[in-house]
């Protein structure tokens, strides 16, 4: 079974620019989540996803930060404008249902600088 | 909201001897509880998980964990711990009912000694 699929893999990019991420989640799966991971710490939440429809999207700075998954398949979360503080590894995972979390599966991420 | 707590940042064991590493969780009912393991540079694997049943979880790597309902703990342990295992270790929560996601804590850094 393939997995969860990100690219790019590492973007390097200079402050106030944008950058998109995007996310190929499991076959089937319908949950679709979106995380932020600063060195350091644990993966945080920025968007949850079941099918095309957002189900929580409560951490996500929305002045900055957008994510649609039109189709209910891939997925594409943008940055615009880019602060210093973005810089992170952002991380894609899917679930067969978000009642379940079952197939939980996260992809390898996104790790990006901001300069 | 369901909340993680991993209160050692860092850990230094020795070549060959257990390991514990600690995880206690907030969560009005009955959690999902996971353990994922981080290399630098890495991705998220996961070592093991607890949906229901036997509060005794085997993972890979010869990781194992315990769900203690009375004291909200999931505790990681193994017997006997290689050069290897030194990485970042993650424990998540996740709720068993409505649209669920996993919350994590801030991670235990674990440093193996020769």
């Known amino acids: 079974e393939a997995g969860v699929a990100q690219s790019p893999r590492y973007k390097i990019i200079e402050k106030r620019q944008s950058v998109a991420f995007w996310c190929n989640p499991i076959s089937g799966h319908a949950t679709l989540y979106w995380y932020q991971q600063i060195l350091g710490q644990g993966p945080k939440l920025l968007i949850q996803?079941?099918?095309?429809?957002?189900?929580?999207d409560s951490q996500l700075p929305k002045d900055r930060f957008s994510a649609e998954r039109l189709k209910g398949v891939d997925s594409t979360l943008k940055i615009q404008p880019a602060k210093l503080e973005d810089s992170a590894v952002y991380l894609c995972?899917?679930?067969?249902?978000?009642?379940?979390?079952?197939?939980?599966?996260f992809g390898s991420g996104t790790r990006l600088t901001v300069v | 909201a369901q909340s993680v707590t991993q209160p050692d940042i860092h850990i230094t064991v020795s070549e060959g001897a257990s390991l514990e590493l600690r995880c206690n969780y907030s969560y009005g009912a009955t959690p999902y509880l996971f353990w994922y393991v981080q290399s630098p540079g890495q991705g998220l694997q996961l070592l093991l998980k607890y949906f229901s049943g036997d509060t005794l979880v085997q993972g890979i790597k010869g990781f194992e964990a315990e769900f203690k309902r009375s004291q909200s703990s999931f505790n990681l342990r193994k017997p006997s711990v290689h050069w290897s295992d030194a990485a970042e270790y993650f424990c998540a929560v996740g709720a068993n009912s409505g649209y669920s996601t996993l919350t994590f804590g801030k991670g235990t850094m674990l440093l193996v000694s020769p």
């Open positions: 996803f079941q099918n095309n429809g957002v189900v929580d």
């Open positions: 995972a899917s679930s067969l249902s978000g009642s379940s979390l079952r197939g939980y599966t």
